[in-house]
C-alpha cells in the first residue's frame, strides 16, 4: 500500500534525539509562520527541525515556508530531503561535526543555502542545488578551520559563489560535479582541490 503524501504543519521545532533516525516517509512539512518561522531573510527564526548529535532525517520535503530549515548540533546524516524553497536559510551547522547530505535537492533562496557557524567537516554527496545567493558560507568574520567535500552534484545559478569563507584554512575539494553560473566559485576560499568536474 502507499500511502498518498501528506503535508503537515510543524508549529513546534521537530527535534531529533542523539542517534535517532527521523524518516518523513515523502511527506512535505511547513513551518507555522507565527511559531517556528516564515521564511524570509528575517534572523533569529527557529528551524523546522533540530538534529542531535548523530541524529539521521531522511526522505523530508521541506515547503514554504522553511523558516530556519535544518539546524545540526554534532554529527548528522541529511538524506534524500528536498528544500523546495529555502527559507532564511536550508541548513546550519550550529554545533561541531561531521555533516552528510546525501542526496536531495535545494531551490530558492535569498542568500544562503548551508550556513557553517562551527568547525566541522561538511559532505555534499549526489545534491542538486540551484537558485540562491551561495550555497555555502561559513560564519562571516570566523576563522575555525571547516572542510567541504562536494561529490557528484549539480550546481547552478549560485549569485556569488559555492563556498565562501572568511578563514584562511578552511578547505574545499569537489569531485565529478557539474556546475555553472555560480559567481566567483570559491570566495575567499585558499584551499581549493577539484577533479572530474
Ligand atoms: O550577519 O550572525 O546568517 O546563521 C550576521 C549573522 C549571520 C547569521 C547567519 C545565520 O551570520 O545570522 O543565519
Ligand atoms: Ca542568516
Ligand atoms: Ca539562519
Redesign the pocket.
Known sequence: EVKPKETIVVNNTIVVKAGEVFDGAGNRYVANPTTVGDGSQK?GQKPVFRLEDGATLKNVVLGVPAA?GVHTYGDALIENVVWEDIG??AM?IKDEGHVVIRGGSAQHGS??MF?I?APSQLDIINFTARDAGKMI?Q??GSTFHTEVYIEGSVITDMNEAIFRTDSSTSKVRMVNTRYSNVGNKWYGVKYVSESGN
Open positions: 534572523e530556519d532564511e536559510d546550519t542568500d544562503k550556513q557557524n558560507r560564519l562571516g
